[in-house]
């Protein structure tokens, strides 16, 4: 599996895309890479596209496992809105069950998109609460 995570200053998001083969291990070192991401733990929002992702099977329990550390990364990265960007019905399905499995277990709203500009939208909008509710 690859990945890759940036910062898009301009939009005030972080940005993560992972593609090629799921592989659940790569995913926790990926996971624990956005934690470790001096942007990202600023507390930006984060766009994680899994759009070229290719999925195998995925267990209830695998979910389970990565909404646990997840929290625990969201934790230390103190981001308030997760957007999840599928592309097939598999990964929007499968995002929607993570999301309601990590409702629990991560302190940020996560929400599911077929749409790019949507997501960002969402997440900019909590971005711009946020810097008016500083001021």
Aim: charged share 30%.
């Amino acid at each position: 599996m690859k990945s890759n995570i940036t910062c898009d200053s301009e939009l005030g998001i972080v940005r993560t895309e992972q593609w090629e083969l799921f592989s659940l291990e790569e995913h926790f070192e990926f996971l624990q890479g956005i934690a470790d991401d001096p942007d990202a733990s600023r507390g930006m929002p984060l766009l994680m596209d899994y759009r070229q992702l290719k999925i195998p099977e995925i267990s209830r329990d695998d979910l389970e496992g990565i909404s646990i550390r997840f929290g625990k990364l969201i934790e230390q990265i103190k981001t308030g809105r997760i957007a999840l960007l599928a592309q097939s019905d598999l990964q929007f399905g499968l995002g929607r069950q993570f999301q309601i499995i990590a409702e629990q277990r991560v302190p940020a709203a996560i929400e599911v998109f077929r749409d790019k500009v949507k997501a960002v939208d969402w997440l900019r909008e909590a971005r711009e609460t946020l810097m008016a509710e500083d001021n």
